[in-house]
C-alpha cells in the first residue's frame, strides 16, 4: 500500500506525476538529527499545561527539554522566547474558551485502490465554547494570509467533521499554531470549499496511482 503523507500534500500538488515516480521508488532514509524537534518539545510542554493545568509544570517542562543544549546567549535567548509563546497560547486558549479533548490525531483516507493519504490530521483537538470542534496543527513562521491556501486543511476539516465526529462542516475549524509565537490563526472552511478541495484531491490521487502503476 502506497501513501501520501499529510505534510507531504503541497509537495505532491505542485507536480503529481514527479511525486508519483519518487513514490515509486519507495521510501527514503531521512536523517533528521539533532534529536526531538523544537515544536515536538513545545507541543510536549503544551500536553503539559492541559493534563495539570498549570503553566509553571508546562515551563517547567520546556526548559527540562532544553536542558542539554550549550549556555550560550541565543540559545537563552530562543528558551525565552519559546516559554513567552507558551504564555501567549495558553492566555488565548483560555480567552477562546477552548476545552481541550484530543492529540496527535491522524488521518488515514483512502483515495485509491492502492493509494492513502495518512499522518497526523492535528496536534492539538479541542472542543468550542459554543460547540463544534477546533483543531489544531503547530508549526513555525506562520504566513497569517496565505497557510490556509494548503490543501491540506479543507481536507482536514472535513476528516474531522465526517469521519471523527459526524458532525456538520460548519461546526469546525482548522488552524495552525505557531509555537514561536503561541498564536492561534483559524478558518472555517464552506463546504463548496472542501468539495473543491476534495475533488482535487482525487484527481491528484489518480495520476500519482497511474504512475505506480505504470
Not at 19 to 45: C, V
Not at 143 to 152: A, G, K
Request: glycine letters at 8%.
Amino acid at each position: 500500500m502506497n501513501k501520501i503523507s499529510i505534510t507531504n500534500l503541497e509537495k505532491a500538488r505542485a507536480n503529481p506525476s514527479k511525486y508519483g515516480i519518487e513514490l515509486k521508488k519507495g521510501p527514503q532514509t531521512i536523517n533528521f538529527g539533532g534529536g526531538r524537534a523544537k515544536s515536538m518539545r513545545w507541543h510536549d510542554a503544551v500536553l503539559v499545561y492541559h493534563d495539570s493545568g498549570e503553566l509553571t509544570k508546562a515551563i517547567s517542562k520546556l526548559e527540562q527539554s532544553f536542558g542539554n543544549r550549550k549556555d550560550t546567549s541565543k540559545n537563552r535567548r530562543e528558551l525565552e522566547d519559546l516559554i513567552i509563546a507558551l504564555d501567549t497560547y495558553v492566555n488565548e486558549y483560555n480567552n477562546k474558551g477552548y476545552i481541550h479533548i484530543d492529540k496527535r490525531v491522524s488521518i488515514e483516507k483512502q483515495l485509491a485502490s492502492q493509494l492513502w493519504l495518512s499522518g497526523w490530521a492535528c496536534w492539538l483537538l479541542n472542543m468550542k465554547d459554543k460547540g463544534g470542534y477546533s483543531g489544531f496543527i503547530i508549526t513555525k513562521n506562520v504566513d497569517e494570509i496565505n497557510w490556509m491556501l494548503e490543501l491540506r486543511y479543507p481536507i482536514i476539516q472535513d476528516y474531522i467533521a465526517n469521519t471523527i465526529y459526524g458532525c456538520n462542516i460548519n461546526e469546525v475549524d482548522v488552524g495552525v499554531i505557531d509555537y514561536t509565537t503561541g498564536c492561534h490563526h483559524s478558518i472555517c472552511y464552506s463546504q463548496e470549499d472542501i468539495n473543491d478541495a476534495l475533488e482535487e484531491l482525487y484527481e491528484m490521487g489518480v495520476t500519482i496511482i497511474e504512475i505506480l502503476n505504470d
